[in-house]
């Protein structure tokens, strides 16, 4: 029967002009904790990719356990270890209280969290305090989605985890947008037909095929809403079957996937593809979910200012999209519109 080993690692990480010390910490006083439970104990100075800063951020990726000596307040410590608070992994943060200065103070910031001090020229003495505080962790590691620390408690989850406009932008673009334009406009001249069909629901269910001269006078828009409320399909749904905007399913074809999105008919007959990014509704619900949990430290204004600007970086990685694709295919210049802060008009 196949046996299942999980690959553990616990990263050490200090001042490193003192490697004996870190050294000492790692190997004779974390190591012998830790290896019991399957744990290889890794140290800045181990591998061989790239710089020595590039190991360090793959070991703070790869680590499950990270476990700081901060004494001395050391920028590289400090720095590695908020890069590591924002994975939402477990940590120990100590002190060597046989080397600290009395005028030495904690940054306020990890003072609020708790640290331990060890006396790491005693061997033993430092293991019988550590040894509690690391099998804590361990008896709840792999039940707990994250660990708190100033980061995860100010977002309520891990940074990596938090969707951003720029993120979602790059998934909307390419996996969406970046799938069928700009074939939704490309023409094979030798048969006189464009290469993807573009159908609207006319009734209930029944979609009509856009004609070839309507296809000519196609054009594309991507409705970047006021609001991140307004993205949703409920929203959308709602305004539509309200009769607030003139919109109508429709459907891209290319190949036997369907691209869904609405569509419009300006007073000339001129069809406008429309798509609202409903991708945005997770970011919604992320800034939403903090917004609550923050309200009574942070201003209320400050979330409106965070929603304005995520709404804001999305419109401009969608012109910078639109831009690409018009240096790429000149031909599709000036049919793709990118409408920022888009709201509804009662029509």
Avoid at 39 to 45: E, H, K, L, N, S
């Amino acid at each position: 029967m196949e046996t299942k080993e999980l690959i553990k690692r616990c990263f050490v990480i200090g001042p490193m002009k003192d490697m004996t010390k870190l050294l000492t910490l790692a190997r004779d006083i974390v190591r012998p904790i830790v290896e019991p439970f399957g744990f290889r104990v890794i140290t800045p100075d181990e591998g061989q990719i790239g710089s020595i800063m590039d190991q360090v951020l793959l070991n703070l990726e790869q680590a499950d356990i990270l476990v700081a000596d901060i004494t001395g307040n050391n920028p590289n410590v400090m720095y590695e270890l908020g890069i590591y608070h924002s994975f939402g992994k477990p940590s120990i943060i100590l002190k060597d209280s046989s080397a600290k200065q009395d005028n030495e103070q904690t940054p306020f910031d990890i003072a609020a969290y708790r640290f331990i001090e060890l006396p790491l020229s005693n061997s033993g003495a430092s293991i019988a305090i550590l040894k509690p505080r690391i099998e804590d962790i361990l008896k709840i590691l792999g039940e707990r989605d994250w660990f708190p620390n100033p980061v995860t408690s100010f977002y309520d989850s891990p940074v990596a985890e938090i969707p951003t406009a720029v993120g979602l932008s790059k998934n909307y673009l390419k996996n969406f947008l970046g799938m069928f334009l700009p074939d939704v406009f490309l023409k094979l001249e030798s048969r006189d037909e464009y290469v993807l069909e573009v159908k609207y629901e006319e009734k209930k269910d029944k979609y009509i095929k856009l004609k070839k001269s309507q296809i000519d006078k196609l054009r594309f828009e991507i409705l970047v809403p006021e609001k991140m409320n307004f993205a949703n399909h409920e929203y959308i749904r709602n305004i539509k079957e309200g009769k607030l905007v003139n919109f109508q399913n429709a459907k891209v074809i290319k190949r036997s996937r369907e691209f869904n999105m609405q569509i419009r008919f300006e007073e000339d007959g001129t069809p406008v593809l429309t798509d609202i990014p409903t991708v945005l509704s997770t970011l919604n619900e992320s800034i939403q979910r903090r917004r609550g949990l923050q309200e009574k430290q942070i201003d209320n204004s400050d979330w409106l200012i965070l929603e304005k600007q995520e709404l804001e970086r999305f419109a401009n990685k969608c012109e910078l999209f639109k831009k690409k694709l018009e240096t790429d295919f000149p031909s599709i210049r000036g049919k793709i519109n990118v409408v920022w802060r888009w709201s509804v008009e009662i029509i």
